[in-house]
DNA sequence: GAATTTTTGATGTACGTAAATCAGAAATTT
DNA sequence: AAATTTCTGATTTACGTACATCAAAAATTC
């Protein structure tokens, strides 16, 4: 039987008063009471029941994940996730809210993280975006007590209590050396598709990218980054050009989100290249079954808000976290170890 | 706010008692009365505080561990993991405990799932093995209303609850997909080494590996199994008579837990090969990263435990699943994307 | 040493549910 | 219609913690 509160006053010889207020940092206890109390829950091992605490405090967590606007297809998957997530986490005490700004708007990302504070949330996720004006959003919320994590997208250096999302670099560097061992010594250029190389993922993934291909053994050419801004005609139009003018393309990587207009090029051409895309939805999955694309990395959305719930909960509650359960896996998926259909792929 | 059974009492006019009844599935309550309290549940929305209810009812959760003996580093580490696990979930009311039995020994194990079923725990997740007494031994767990998951080697067909760990038919394509791409053109028949072909993970295994390898576009000899018993010193030997004898040997597969004994061989040799493994420990992640090894295959110990708890638990509460949730998916790891080392990892 | 302040104890209520008891009402049987 | 059985209501205690109040004790100040 773990011990209460009743046991530590045992213990320690004082009143169940006293111990609530050293357990709870309230005022009127001397030093040497203190640590009278101090000793008793070292000696005795108490932990503190939250579901207990939480109960009687009839306490509610309510979170709010901030996503971009648009049609790009994780984030909707991650809005799915957690709206099918808030569903089932009422029993825990948890009150989820999404709130979407616009894309790579840090003026609205900053207002809408203020607004979360002044309703007096308990936790922010929030998909970061690289600007002055969210480090300070991120500075307020610290100050007001509220714990913020960022989302996908990191922002080291600000005052962010965590961050829920793959390494960038590695995942550009897994790309590079499957793309690299694919193609073994058969020559031919690759080609590059980004979103946009102002966002800091994608900076990441081509750094990484560029590094393991430059470590294979026979050296490659890699065609100057196509920016498809994540639109799918544009992507489309670029990579249809590439194909036209570069004949002996041997593969593409795509680090972005705009695959379906990629794909559709791809179709129009009948394809042995090797292609390796990021995100596993429906469409990238059945080019993967149909072997138009060779592998697909992911990051798998109902992990990470999962994860971010449990982060922005225990550091509401000031508990520590778990690194080890709370590190996001980069997935690398071939058409040979792809799991059954989930309902976020579109 | 959420409703409570108050609520429910007041809206369909009834009793707290009687609420409790219906909730609880205790008798003496006619069908009239329980169709309108369950007519008030569902207009409501109730949804039970299962926090405030095991309090109530001061439940705790023992749960049992049936792990092999021995010293395959995978089992060791499942081990460790649970008990990791078992010091931070005393705050979630549930308590562990790991039983192990000499491996591939189905009556020891079934003795240990009575022996936990005779305790009254309210939970067992065990390693199955491929037996009869495992199945008889799992319907009695039944019949006590005791659930029961099997880890990482399944038992389809008997009445265990849930399978937690991977598709090894599954990994096995895997493993022959990368081999026959990382080889290419390349000429040369590949080896397999097994721990025993009686463990029904490694036929699976060795199935999904020989179908994916003879869909590749070159066909390439598979020699003979190699069984090593998952013994260092078998499989040392093992893989340096092949190496000597097939000198244009171009890939191994490892299916099984040996892998001691196939570096060492490896080290002596001075290595152009393409090796593939399973499990993820401290030693196939130096091969990894010293380019020993080219791809490991691997399933999360500490996912594995976290899920079999979870499992347990709602079912052991007659709740559902979140099967996406819990399913355990296969990592590929390449130099690239290593995940920081952890601590089961020897 | 008296007056004051600070610290401590005792006690009660609340959170939402479980579980038990006993009395009373309704239904069923005789 | 009476006796019996079956349901239902009312009430209480408990789980472990939070939080408030008031009185008593101890320490401090004057």
């Known amino acids: 039987m773990r011990p209460t509160v009743h046991d530590i006053a045992a213990e320690a010889g004082v009143s169940l008063a006293t111990v609530d207020r050293v357990l709870n940092d309230r005022p009127g206890v001397r030093g040497v009471t203190k640590a009278k109390v101090e000793a008793a829950i070292a000696s005795l091992g108490y932990v503190r029941d939250v579901a207990a605490a939480n109960l009687a405090k009839s306490r509610v967590y309510p979170l709010v994940f901030i996503l971009p606007e648009g049609d790009n297809p994780f984030m909707r998957g991650l809005e799915a996730e957690v709206r099918r997530t808030g569903l089932h986490s009422a029993i825990e005490r948890t009150r989820l809210s999404v709130v979407t700004v616009p894309a790579f708007d ?22 970061a975006v690289d600007a002055p004006e969210v480090f300070a959003a991120i500075d307020r919320a610290r100050e007001a007590g509220v714990p913020v994590v960022t989302l996908v997208s990191d922002l080291s250096g600000s005052g962010r209590d965590h961050f829920i999302g793959v390494d960038n670099i590695a995942a550009g560097r897994t790309a590079g050396s499957l793309m690299g061992r694919f193609l073994g010594n058969r020559p031919g250029p690759v080609a590059v598709l980004a979103g946009s190389m102002r966002v800091r993922d994608h900076g990441e993934r081509l750094e990484g990218f560029l590094a393991a291909m430059s470590a294979m053994p026979n050296t490659r050419a890699i065609l100057p980054v196509l920016e498809g801004q994540d639109d799918p005609d544009l992507s489309f139009k670029l990579i249809a050009n590439c194909l036209a003018a570069v004949p002996d393309l041997a593969g593409i990587y795509n680090l972005g989100a705009g695959n379906r207009g990629l794909l ?82 579109e």
């Open 106 to 127: 840090a003026a609205a990302l900053a207002a809408a993280m203020d607004a979360a504070i002044a309703e007096g949330v308990s936790g922010i996720a929030a998909v």
């Open 264 to 345: 559709k090029a791809l179709a129009a051409h009948g394809t042995d290249l090797c292609v390796i895309v990021h995100e596993l939805t429906g469409e990238t999955r059945g080019a993967l079954e149909s072997g138009v694309i060779d592998a697909v990395l992911n990051q798998d959305a109902g992990h990470e808000v999962r994860s971010a719930i449990r982060v922005l909960r225990a550091k509401a509650d000031g508990l520590s976290v778990n690194a080890a359960q709370e590190r996001i896996r980069l997935d690398i998926f071939i058409k040979d170890n792809l799991p059954p259909a989930g309902p976020d792929e």
